[in-house]
């Protein structure tokens, strides 16, 4: 089965699979959402079933705390832990700075309250999410559905006074309606190419009414882990400054596919 993955499915395994060798016994976790979440939800179980850990799971989406409970593992409501140890997710983007642009599942809110609400937060991502500059992928903006064309409206005067390349912004569908999050809100998703200063922006935006939250997730991250579509695994820590390279062994996962099939 391992063989049949295509190399991007590879990479994300291998980062996600190296990801949860950062999770010990009684941790209190955040679980991302995403293709390369779910490869380390998959992967976070296998290590409950195999090595007995114990861990207490909060889920940044309504899907992934579906794939995790049908795995086995125990999922709970924020405010029921209120603190995490560590949130393992994907991204859209990352740059040398380890900001981001997430949102691309929809799951942007959420995401962002529990990575925040956590000691720390490694990234798992294939090599191409990795940019010299954010923008290149389309920031997702979460807002309120009232008002919506009026909120859109601001953000597009707003983006005028802002380092950005462009400024298209189209609301998101799904089989010809609006997208609606878990939250039960709209996502805008900002075509802007290059963004000159994702700091400055991500507050921007959060000051107009109407927007709930931006996937800009700046100072959040600690670690990534970006995986290679041969199995090598490039650890990077913000705050180490340490780089570690390694790979992982696809055969070794037979299990996780198994549950694939
Ligand atoms: C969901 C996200 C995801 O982490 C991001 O879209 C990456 O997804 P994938 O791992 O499928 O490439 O932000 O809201």
């Not at 998959?42 to 989406?61: F, I, K």
């Not at 089989?175 to 075509?191: F, Q, V």
């Amino acid at each position: 089965m391992a063989a049949e993955l295509s190399p991007i499915d590879q990479a994300k395994f291998a980062a996600a699979r190296r990801s949860v060798d950062f999770v010990e016994s009684g941790m209190k976790l955040g679980l991302g959402t995403g293709s390369t979440a779910a490869w380390m939800v998959r992967c976070l179980a296998e290590r409950v079933r195999e090595d007995g850990l114990q861990v207490t799971c909060v889920s940044t989406s309504s899907w992934t705390a579906d794939l995790a409970r049908g795995l086995g593992l125990p999922v709970v409501g924020l405010d029921e832990v209120k603190w995490l140890d560590l949130t393992i997710d994907g991204a859209d983007e990352f740059d040398a700075n380890l900001n981001l642009i997430k949102g691309g599942g929809a799951a942007l809110l959420q995401e962002k309250i529990v990575a925040t609400a956590s000691d720390r937060m490694i990234v798992i991502a294939d090599a191409a999410k990795e940019v010299a500059q954010l923008g290149a992928f389309p920031l997702p903006v979460e807002v309120i559905p009232f008002g919506w064309q009026t909120t859109k409206a601001l953000i597009e005067e707003t983006l005028y006074s802002l380092d950005v390349m462009s400024r298209e912004v189209s609301l998101r569908l799904v089989n010809g309606d609006p997208l609606r999050t878990d939250e039960g809100h709209y996502l805008l998703d900002l075509s802007l190419r290059r963004i000159g200063n994702p700091r400055q922006l991500a507050l921007v935006l959060n000051q107009i009414p109407g927007v709930v939250e931006n996937g800009l997730f700046i100072d959040i991250c600690d670690v990534v882990v970006i995986g290679h579509g041969d199995g090598r695994v490039t650890v990077r820590d913000i705050n180490s400054g340490r780089v570690e390279t390694g790979s992982v062994d696809l055969t070794e996962s037979r299990n996780i596919f198994a549950d694939l099939e």
